[in-house]
């Protein structure tokens, strides 16, 4: 006996950079609206409590409800990352990796760099923004990147001019 086709599940896992600044800029309903499934590990919950301001408690909200926290299976692979990546880009990597996750969520440059190296297919804070202003979610990328920035987050001028051109808010 055969049911319906069923499209396959979008599992989407998220690092704590992400879930604190979209977080800061009340857009955590970006992931939630992108993915029938975003989850974050134990690790970086963990660096988020370590912290407990407005985004956290924004985030411990979204974990009540829709965001699912794992367990890592494979501990030896995240001593191994834990080399050269924090507890939280470790252990994204690795859940991302156990559970065939279609897209991983992350900003840190380095651990960016580590999972293009294993497959894994990314987006950034800043790449959720684009697709949200494309999407006409969001009125203005630049106003958005402006509270990321007085938020602390860090992106290179080029990168911000690129994102704006391609978001239509500024002319070559």
Same mark, same amino acid.
């Given at each position: 006996?055969?049911?319906?086709?069923?499209?396959?599940?979008?599992?989407?896992?998220?690092?704590?950079?992400?879930?604190?600044?979209?977080?800061?800029?009340?857009?955590?309903?970006?992931?939630?609206?992108?993915?029938?499934?975003?989850?974050?590990?134990?690790?970086?919950?963990?660096?988020?409590? $370590? =912290?407990?301001?407005? @985004?956290? /408690?924004?985030?411990?909200?979204?974990?009540?409800?829709?965001?699912?926290? &794992?367990? #890592? !299976?494979?501990?030896?692979?995240?001593?191994?990352?834990?080399?050269?990546?924090?507890?939280?880009?470790?252990?994204?990597?690795?859940? $991302? =990796?156990?559970?065939? @996750?279609? /897209?991983?969520?992350?900003?840190?440059?380095?651990?960016?760099?580590?999972? &293009?190296? #294993? !497959?894994?297919?990314?987006?950034?804070?800043?790449?959720?923004?684009?697709?949200?202003?494309?999407?006409?979610?969001?009125?203005?990328?630049?106003?958005?990147?402006?509270?990321?920035?007085?938020?602390?987050?860090?992106?290179?001028?080029?990168?911000?001019? &690129?994102?704006?051109?391609?978001?239509?808010?500024?002319?070559?």
């Amino acid at each position: 006996m055969t049911g319906p086709a069923h499209e396959p599940e979008r599992i989407w896992v998220v690092d704590t950079g992400p879930l604190i600044f979209l977080s800061k800029l009340d857009h955590l309903d970006l992931l939630r609206s992108a993915a029938e499934t975003v989850c974050a590990s134990q690790a970086v919950i963990d660096e988020i409590q $370590a =912290k407990p301001d407005e @985004a956290a /408690r924004a985030i411990d909200h979204a974990c009540q409800s829709w965001l699912s926290v &794992r367990q #890592v !299976g494979n501990r030896q692979a995240v001593e191994i990352l834990l080399a050269d990546l924090g507890p939280g880009e470790a252990e994204t990597i690795v859940l $991302a =990796k156990e559970l065939g @996750a279609d /897209r991983v969520v992350m900003d840190d440059l380095d651990a960016r760099r580590f999972a &293009r190296r #294993v !497959g894994l297919e990314l987006i950034g804070t800043l790449g959720l923004l684009l697709v949200a202003r494309l999407d006409g979610k969001i009125a203005s990328l630049h106003h958005e990147i402006e509270r990321l920035e007085a938020a602390d987050f860090r992106v290179a001028p080029e990168l911000v001019e &690129r994102l704006l051109l391609e978001a239509g808010e500024v002319e070559v």
